[in-house]
Each structure stands twice: as C-alpha cells, then as structure tokens.
C-alpha cells in the first residue's frame, strides 16, 4: 500500500471511529433522556391522581358524616338534599340495615356506585363513601352513601390537573372514558395492557404509558399516557450525518496524503500553538497547490476562530448585563417562591447542570430547602419534589460549610462517614448568599470578626442561604467561571429574599396599632368580615367584646399623656395574656378596644369578659408620678357583648350591638359587662339541626346545645375546628 493509502485509512480510522460511537451515544442518550423524562412526568402525574381522587373520597366520606350525624330522619333528608346544593357531593343515598334505600336525593348518578374503600369492579358509575347510622344506644341503623359522577367531565378534570392523557379502563379490556384522541385510543389500550405496577411501557407511536389502580383508597382502574418529546426522524438525522462525516473525512485525507515533510510539520507546529490557546499562529503559503491551499485555509481558520472567541466572549458579557437588568426585575416582586424558581432554572440553564437546588437558613440554624429542581434518585429520604425534605445543619457537610464559611465551594463529591441529609451526586458547585454587605466571613478563621448577634447557631457569617447546582452535562466538573456566574444569580437570591422580608415587615407595620403592638382598625374590618364568612360556612359563633377603659381621661389629666400611654400598652398586654392563641385583640382608637372570640357563645364570651374585668380591676397599673416615686394607677374596664349570627346578621351589626351593649355597661356604672339583647325579628339561620337537650337555666345559647325549640346553636363544639394562622402574637 503506498504512503496515501496508509494516511488514508489511518485518517478516516481515527475520525470515522469517533463519529461513529458519538453517534451512537447521542441517539442512546436522547433516547434514554425521553424515556426518563417521561417516567418522571408520569409518575408526578399518578401521585396527583392518587391526591386528587383521596381528595375527593375524604369530602364524600365529611359528607356523608354530616348527613349521618343528624338524629332526626326527617331533618336529616333536608341535611342530604343541603349537602347536595352546597355542591360536597352530587347525590347522596340512605339505606336502612337492611339495605333498601330509604331516601335518595334526585337526579343523582346512574351505574353502580363504587365505595371507595370497596373492592374494584367494572361498570363504575360514581365514586362513594359510605358511613353507617347508630343511634346513641349503638344500633345499626344503616348506612349514608355520599358520591359524585365518574363521568367525561371527571376524567377530563383528572387530566387537567395531571397535564396528562387519562383513560378509564372498563374490564374486560374496554374504555370508559377517555381524553386521548381517536388516532392513539388503540395505541394506548395495547400498551396498558402490557403495564404492570409502576412500570412505563411505550408506544410504537413514540407516546409511554402508565397504569394506576387499582389499589386502596383509588379504586378506579386509570391510565396514564404522555407523548414523548424525541424529535421524529432523530436517526435518520444521525446517520445522514454520519454519512456526511465520512464523505468528509474521505475528502480530507485525500488532501492530506499529499502534503510534503516540511509543510507537515510546519502545520503541526501551528496546530500545537493553536491547541495551547495561541490564535494568532500562522503557516508560510509557500506554493499555490494543495498544500498551499491548505496553509491559506488553516490561517483563514484560526482568524475566525480567534473573531469567533471574541465574539463569544462579548456574548458572556452581555450575558452578565442581561442577568443584572433580571435581577432588577425580580427585585421587584414580592412572590419569594416564584423568583427563586427563576433563579434556579436561570442559573441549571446557565451552566448545563442536571440538578439544583436553592436552600434558606432557618431559625434553628438549620438550611431548609425552598425550591429544587431535579433530586429524584438524589437523596434516599423524604419525597424529591417536596424541597422542605431537604434539610442540612449549618456547618455540617459542604452545603453547611459553605453558609457557615461564606466561601463557594466546587468539585467532586465524596461520600461523608456521617450522613450529613445532603443530595448524592459526582459533581458539584456551591456558592452562599446574604443580604449586600453580608457575606465577608466570620469567626474563628477571621480574627475580629466574631459571629453576629442573631445570626443562627453554628453559623459564622450572615448568610441567608446557599444556591447549589449538580452534576454538568458531559461529566465535566464545574468551573471559576461557573462560580462568577453563580455568584451572580445568588446576589438576586440574596435581594429577593431582603426585599420580601421587608414587604412582609411593612405589611405587618400597616395593621398594628404601633403604641400596642395589637391590631388597628383597618384590619378589624377585615377580620370580622372574615370571621363572619368562617362562622357561615361551618355553623359556628362569633363573640365580639367591645371594651372601653372607664375614665380614661382623668388618667391623662391627672398624670400626663405619658402615664396614659403607659396604661394603654398594659391593658393590651393584659388582654393578650387573658385571650386564646386563636382570638384577635384590636385597637379601635384612643382607649377603646375590640375583641373577637371566634367559636365562642354567650357563656364563653361573659366567662373572658369577668376575666378582663377582674384582671385589670385588680391589679393597679404603676406608671412614673411627678416625683421619683412611681404611681399605681387604679383601671376598670366596661365591656360590652354581642353574639354572631344571635344578635346581628352581618359583621358590622355585631360591631354595633357589642358598642350598645358597651354603652348599657357604662350606663350601669362601668366596671362591668352586658350583654346584647337579642333583636327582634331573629337574624337568619341556617337550616337547624335537632339535637338532645335544652337550654342551661340562665337562658344563655351555648355552642352545641339545643335551644328550647331544639335547634343547635353553631360554636366551639358544633364540628370539627376548621385551620387557623395565630397572627400578631
């Protein structure tokens, strides 16, 4: 073989071979890259539809207690066809012990009803819960059935809420409803019959699939099907390149076969030069053939390489601009949660990380995780897509050192004898961020800079969190310029997280009264407006206390305005230390204040409103007299009561009635409470339920119990607490 056919097919061995495994790995990649995207979406689908159905099987199963919980028959047909308005169930079916059906409210869903604690079966027509009926003695009396449709418009919901294609099987083998389109329905059908567990079978259409359910508490069989993202002819794609690789590189040695020593080597020199980073090397054309020809092309190519790097390295900073005008952006939100979504997907994005995650310091010392992106497989505990599972101690691991420290860290990971709670991964890159001029380190390694008051324990520095990212596409480690990057967008972590503190501060600044810390006037009309709505929706009281301190301008003229600012921020400690967690104290204006006892009847409300009388009759508040000595103030308070819905039929006539009410207390010389009286007509109730029992001697409604007419009054003890936010304690 002459020397050409030896460059020849040495050339085309050493390119061809490259080309023809990188092809191979790209299709691979991609292939396996579609397979695990769509697993990940179909398993996020099938959690959703688990906590959708549980969801809707928990409301059936309330909506059936309320129905059995009523005692009476006749009231409890009038409590079924209410729960059916209020839209908790779309029918609901009662059956004595014997099975047959007593009463049934109209129109509701045909087929068979599946319980859904029941066996599965076919033909599923509505989705149950059922609870049986006892009288006090502990008699089966029969059961309430409580259920809503499994229609087109169910699946359809499921689907809309998974952001998947959702079919509902009809065994044997048949569809009962579906949101797939005419083209795929045999398609998907086939492959779930080959689905078994949580296993993801494809499609020869490109679409994967997915069975749930069966299983307790989702007796529904569904499937689940997403289109894959591959793009269509992906490898006819690669083999046309590679084709035209070959065609190439056949080309190419053909060429070089004919190049001379000397030339050869004085290319291999510029090559070497060129591979250290010098751009500005060049070959001598010394003819005009081939090997001349290549010398022009070689100098042609290392000049657009060298434009082409100046090119990319203006980008970079326009890169690094454009970041910063997004960072002024998102400085201006106050939607924490969303703009540390930006930053996160901006920053994976940035760099060609396959994971991330941006963590927060809480106050035990401890980094929280606030958002992810990208942990499944990462972390043996706790579910990947909940970030709050992620929690590393300040100083421990490198996550840890990083926030305790205040320095980024990159590299590759080693395993830690202790587990420290952070993700696994083979590389990584970890930069903290604090509020502007918080990040210089602290403690120990930095002599003078000790830990600041306040900051979390272990902490060495005023970090607010840390931004990690893992395992760069390609398996590179990460770099410098990678940390530069970083650093930047945990600069917008950092303001993010300043500014909505300081949103939340100022918001909290506009509903407190600022002498005593209680809350103002403006937020009591948007908490008895809300209180009211609460006590409608689940059938319970409102007490409003409305209380003024009696004489309380013979304390300003007596002992200066100083003295009665003194007073006033001891009642409001004093009411703080008499009310529950749950109810809200407020500040009307000058020395009256504001009450609400949610939950609470007549009897609950008199029972505070002695408490608050006795506890500042009693105890004389000490201010600063004229002289050294100090001087203890003697304090009563009048309080007057009004009941929601017993004395008024909205928030601002319960407000009302608790001030006449206020005003008949002062009128019967201070020191003391009334209590409204009831109006007359009776403000509208709802629907009564009859309970046992009668009215206490004193006549006051209790929460829970019957009225001599034998209608329960709403209150604390009417049905379960619906959740609260204790705020301004």
Known sequence: MTLRGRLTAAFLAVVLGPVLLGAFFVGATLSAVDHSRATERLGLAAAGVRTSIDALCQQLRAAADAVALVGDPAVRSRAADQVVARGLAAAVRMADAAGRTTYATPGGPAGRWQDCAGTPASGVGALSAQVGLRDPAGTDLGAVAAAQPVDRAFVARLAAVTGVGVTLLDDPGGITHT??????????????????????????????????????????????????????????????????????????????????????????????????????????????????????????MTRETGSYVSALTSSRDQLRNHLAVLGDTLASTHDLQRILRVILDSAIAATGARAGAVLLVDGDGVLVGRCVEGMAGRRPTGDPADPATLRVPVGAGVLGAVAATGEPRRGRWTPPDVPTGEPSCETYVAVPFATPGGTEPRGPDRPGHPPADGDPPGSACAALGVLVLYDRLGGHEFHDDDVVTLRTFAGHAAVAVENVRVHEEAQRLSLTDPLTGLWNYRYLRESIRREVERANRFGRMLSVLALDLDRFKNVNDTWGHAAGDAVLVEFARRVRGVIREVDLAFRQGGEEFVVLLPETDARGATIVAERLGAVVRDQPVTVEGSGDDPVRVPVTVSIGIAVYPDHAADGQQVLDAADDALYAAKAAGRDGYRLAPAPDPVPTQEIPVVAAGLSPPDGLPRAGAADPAGIVQGGASSGPHPPRQSRGR
């Open 179 to 300: 949101t797939e389109e005419q083209g795929v329905r045999a398609a998907v059908l086939a492959a779930a019959g080959k689905a078994d567990g949580n296993r993801v079978t494809g499609t020869g259409d490109g679409r994967y699939v997915r069975r749930v359910g069966p299983s307790p508490g989702q007796p529904l069989p569904l499937v689940l099907s997403v289109p894959g993202e591959r793009a269509p002819g992906l490898y006819g794609a690669l083999i046309a390149a590679v084709a035209l690789a070959a065609l190439l590189a056949v080309l190419a040695a053909w060429r070089l076969a004919r190049v001379t020593t000397r030339p050869l080597g004085e290319l291999a020199g510029a090559v070497d030069r060129v591979a250290r980073g010098d751009l500005s090397a060049r070959v001598p054309v010394r003819s005009r053939d081939e090997i001349g020809r290549l010398a022009s092309a070689f100098n042609r």
